[in-house]
């Protein structure tokens, strides 16, 4: 699994020579100037929710890779009705099958409305179940939300994460601290920070974050940064 990150809570997951881009907010990051979208490869491009932060980018890019859309049924109309063609509409509990994984939707506690402030359906997360090396793998993306105690159930169903991407910039979000907690419930060996910094709310303390996960495979990125994890 290849994962490149494009500023904050957009990463590109290279899994098997598909490339999964969530989360799209590039062109209005000032921290993300250096990224050109043009450059972009996508197959599936994921949204947890309709806020602009999340989304900004998804037709430019659509256009540039003609990517399938994978969000929740509301976001997903939103986004036809500007010409984003062949979209999956999908909701919390139900998974979709790629050739090379299996994406469940899954819960999170935040909202969502599309940036012309009408209704985008349940704000969600997305569990990545594929394999490499034929091992099981799966991954947590949480998107935007609080903590809450039902991401045990993805422990209970998959048994553990290898990694959770999960926000840290506290205000909008989970901060620091509930992010850890967040990692014990869903059983989490890797952890992957977003949401921060991007905006002065949600400015973090970077060192003490690693301090904070230091029981758990801290992964930081810089913006446009690819790592070879699993
Ligand atoms: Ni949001
Ligand atoms: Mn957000």
Avoid at 63 to 81: G, M, P, Q, S
Wanted: glycine share 10%.
């Amino acid at each position: 699994m290849k994962v490149t990150y494009y500023g904050h809570g957009c990463f590109s997951i290279g899994i098997g020579g598909t490339n999964y881009l969530i989360d799209p907010f590039i062109t209005p990051n000032e921290l993300a100037k250096d990224i050109d979208i043009k450059t972009i490869k996508a197959d599936y491009i994921l949204l947890t929710h309709g806020h602009e932060d999340h989304v900004a980018d998804t037709v430019e890019i659509y256009k540039n890779t003609k990517a399938t859309l994978i969000a929740n049924f509301e976001v997903n109309n939103w986004f036809a009705a500007k010409g984003v063609e062949g979209g999956v509409g999908m909701n919390i509990g139900g998974a979709y099958q790629t050739k090379d994984c299996a994406i469940k939707m899954v819960s999170a506690a935040h909202s969502s409305s599309m940036p012309d402030g009408s209704y985008g359906g349940l704000a969600s997360g997305f569990v990545l179940v594929f394999q490499e090396d034929e091992v099981d793998k799966v991954i947590y993306f949480a998107g935007d939300t609080g903590l809450y105690k039902d991401m045990e159930l993805i422990q209970e169903e998959f048994g553990f994460v290898d990694f959770a991407f999960l926000p840290i910039g506290d205000v909008f979000t989970m901060g620091i601290n509930d992010a850890v907690e967040a990692a014990y419930l869903v059983n989490a060996d890797g952890v992957i920070p977003m949401h921060y910094d991007t905006f002065p709310p949600i400015e973090v303390n970077l060192e003490e974050a690693k301090r904070e996960f230091e029981e758990f495979r801290f992964e930081v990125f810089n913006i446009g940064e690819e790592k070879e994890l699993i």
